[in-house]
């Protein structure tokens, strides 16, 4: 029997969850990445418009795809703006497309962290010590150090201020009043609305997460626990570096706090160690799949794969919590960058670093039981290259 294609708005790490459990898939990239059209399993690839600059003409352009392949097609998403255009047009994708979103309010939330906080009063959820910015009338009464974190980062990394760092950070470490008053300064003059942390101390290695999918009847399909080596640059940056760990306190903390939602769909959750009290803390929910899905499929649980399953009609079976802890996922160049900049400053040995990748290895891109991805990226750096000397000379 013909497998329906899944509809993948993402990268080669997500396509490869699905040529990893043999399922055809329609790659789509919003973002000019053609990796994922090259993995085994997609059937064909477009690159549509990044519904971040236009909503509408992305939208139109998934109807015409969905149209054309007869409807029932499995949506998957995995990124913020990707998953606010499925949340506006959910009426409308569903003529065509198959998914799952938890209750309006919870998905709201975790697209807008000032909503996302009165959402933690509510449920008295373990999260430190949060205000919106406009709650901040005087920066000298805030318990330093403290994080400005936006309630979107969908135009956050082409901010002013993220472009004058030179690096692509999440958020933004503040020491004192005067720090915070020149970042306000920055940040309000593009008018991005942000909310202000107290900063749990730690390194990016204490950042944790947790990863599950949820039927319609709001019941976990699987669920494993991750944590970060490093990420660059490696204050605050994009994760480089990945593995999976077992940790039984944030898988149920996380199942009481979803059961609690009555959630639908897939999930991170990302928390903090705070290392000196063992607390763990909540920081944000992520309802949308994620590069950490390719860890996880090689690891023993492919939640694209079952999440497919799930709205193909298939049957549930038991929850799975099986999966190894001595794979880690290397970004590549990278992890190099970053590894150099923390040698440059005594906080890493070239033997701990290679120590910290020990085990099993996978990687953001080669992979020599899918290289055709591998062959194309090759080329199309070398003629990223060539334009480049030639816009020189």
Known sequence: MKKTPAVVLGNLMMGRCFTLADIPYIGITTKNDKRLFYSKSCIEGHALENPAKDERRTVEALLEIGKRHGGGLPLFYTNDAQLKMVNNHAQELKEYFTFLLPEKRVLDSSLD????????????????????????TDAGTLDYPVIIKPTSRIHWFNSRVIRELG??????????????????????????????????????????????????????????????????????????????????????????????????GPIKIDYKLDEASGRLYLLELNPRY????????????????????????????????????????????????????????????????????????????????????????????????????????
Request: charged share 25%; aromatic share 12%.
């Open 113 to 136: 962290k000032h909503l996302f906080n009165d959402m933690v009063k509510e449920y008295d959820l373990p999260v430190p010590p949060t205000f919106h910015k406009d709650e901040v």
């Open 167 to 264: 690096a692509q950070q999440k958020i933004l470490l503040v020491n004192n009043a005067g720090e915070f008053d020149a970042y306000r300064r920055k940040i309000d003059s593009e008018d991005i609305d942000y909310i202000v942390q107290k900063y749990v101390p730690g390194t990016e290695a204490q950042i944790l997460s947790f990863h599950a999918f949820f039927d319609d009847k709001a019941r976990p399909l699987a669920y494993y626990c991750g944590r970060k080596i490093r990420t660059y640059p490696n204050d605050y940056g994009l994760s480089c570096s990945l593995t999976l760990i077992k940790h039984p306190e944030m898988a149920r903390m996380s199942l009481d706090v979803l059961s609690r939602l009555n959630f639908k």
């Open 290 to 393: 994620n590069m950490w899905h390719y860890i996880g499929a090689r690891a023993g649980i492919n939640l694209p794969a079952l999440a497919y399953s799930h709205l193909t009609g298939g049957e549930s079976g038991d929850v799975k919590t099986e999966y190894e802890t001595d794979i880690t996922w290397i970004s590549g160049f990278q992890e190099l960058l970053t590894f150099r900049d923390m040698k440059k400053r005594g906080l890493i040995t070239t033997g701990e670093w290679l120590a910290s990748l020990s085990g099993k290895r996978i990687y953001q891109t080669f992979a020599p039981d899918d290289l055709k991805p591998v062959v194309y990226a090759a080329i199309d750096t070398f003629k990223g290259g060539l334009r480049k000397i030639k816009k020189l000379f």
